[in-house]
């Protein structure tokens, strides 16, 4: 019978890059006059607003009265005309909406606040229409008390709308960065949190099996002076891989690997040949980037005991761009193996660290297990050929 698990994996985040697009930006962003808000971005979106309004104009204007046989003068100066008509109708209102959105109020007061600068710049259409606009067919009545109001009530309807809509925009666009800060929060201490889990494994992992490694060394001297030496020189390529990262967060396939490949030949040594182990390595991937401490605590739990332990081959390929490890174990050591808590603790991590990008599979048929990781592919250095001393891969 095949049982089988899959844990799916978290996606990384590359830092933004400053670039050209990025600079115009944050100069568009840049606050006139240290007022906040007073933005060459809003000026834009105003003069947007203006030109907007005065094409609108522009073409009913010239389809009511000349149809489509106006000149090119005449649909300029109506342009211009029009362009100067509604630019004192939202320039005035977006500075004194501006200037009012930097006091330091809150609730109804803001609110009110905001309406009064608001009907104050729409104001301004008053010595507009007395002293500057022509007069139309209706004159008089254009510039007596209720034309005057009912032409401030319009700008004020049509200033209110867009600053309702702006200050809603923006707090849309606030309340989102609150959640993305809070993200990124949460991120950060997720990523404590696995620092933390790591450092736990690696106190869990090296205690007991250095110390057991160390008496074991001591005890082979005595017995076979060439066992000691080899487990001797296995526990020293353990720990010169171990040290240099006890609190780096980052590895490779290649240091990892062999981590696994001197932990377990100390493991097959100590077991008196009732372990047979094969790590094998693809140099071509040698140089790829994962994260520390995913390997060794796989195999924590399977310390030698009297009765016969099996085998444990691992293996490394490159498939479609991801790095596939699989690690199978047959006999006492795959349940022991399969029984550990380290399989959850190794797949909390990788789903963090990777999310859908990589998954984790436990497969269990018949007393044999088969572990299989897998994450994208990244470089972390151009290959180095390891020294000639190094090079060899050996099989236990």
Avoid at 168 to 183: D, F, M
Avoid at 195 to 206: F, G, N, P, Y
Avoid at 282 to 305: C, F, K, Q
Wanted: glycine content about 6%; aromatic content about 8%.
């Amino acid at each position: 019978m095949s049982v089988a698990a899959t844990v799916t994996l978290a996606d990384d985040t590359s830092p933004a890059s400053y670039t050209l697009v990025g600079s115009i930006h944050r100069a568009l962003r840049y606050d006139i006059f240290g007022i906040r808000g007073m933005t060459l971005q809003r000026f834009g979106w105003v003069a947007l607003f203006v030109g907007a309004f005065a094409l609108t104009s522009t073409i009913g204007n010239i389809m009511a009265t000349d149809g489509l046989r106006s000149s090119f003068a005449t649909v300029a100066k109506l342009t211009g005309d029009f362009v100067q008509y509604y630019a004192l109708w939202f320039v005035p209102a977006m500075i004194a909406g501006t200037l009012a959105d930097n006091l330091p109020l809150r609730g109804a007061r803001r609110v009110a606040v905001l309406a009064i600068a608001l009907l104050l710049a729409a104001s301004l259409r008053i010595p507009y229409v007395l002293y500057f606009e022509p007069c139309g067919t209706d004159c008089d009545n254009d510039r007596a008390a209720l034309g005057l109001a009912w032409a401030v009530l319009n700008v004020f309807c049509f200033t209110s709308a867009i600053a309702v809509a702006c200050f809603a925009r923006r707090r849309e666009q606030e309340i989102a960065a609150a959640l993305h800060a809070s993200e990124l929060a949460r991120v950060d201490a997720e990523r404590a949190r696995l620092q933390s889990e790591l450092q736990t494994m690696q106190a869990r992992v090296e205690p007991t099996f250095l110390l057991d490694a160390l008496h074991d060394v001591g005890a082979l001297y005595e017995s076979d002076r060439k066992a000691g030496g080899r487990m001797l020189d296995l526990l020293i390529q353990y720990l010169r891989a171990a040290l240099p990262q006890m609190r780096e967060t980052d590895s490779t396939l290649e240091r990892e690997i062999g981590l696994l490949r001197s932990y377990l030949g100390i493991l097959a040594l100590q077991s008196n040949g009732a372990l047979t182990v094969a790590v094998h390595l693809d140099e071509a991937i040698a140089n790829a980037r994962m994260p520390p401490m995913v390997l060794v605590p796989l195999v924590t739990g399977a310390l030698p005991s009297p009765s016969s332990l099996g085998l444990v081959k691992t293996e490394t390929a490159l498939l479609d761009g991801r790095v596939r490890i699989t690690l199978a174990a047959k006999g006492a050591i795959a349940t022991r193996i399969a029984d550990s808590k380290a399989l959850s603790e190794v797949g909390t991590r990788l789903k963090a660290i990777y999310g859908d990008r990589a998954t984790f599979a436990v497969e269990r048929n018949d007393g044999a297990l088969r572990l299989i990781v897998e994450f994208p592919f990244e470089s972390a250095r151009p290959y180095e050929a390891p020294a000639p001393e190094q090079s060899a891969r050996v099989d236990q």
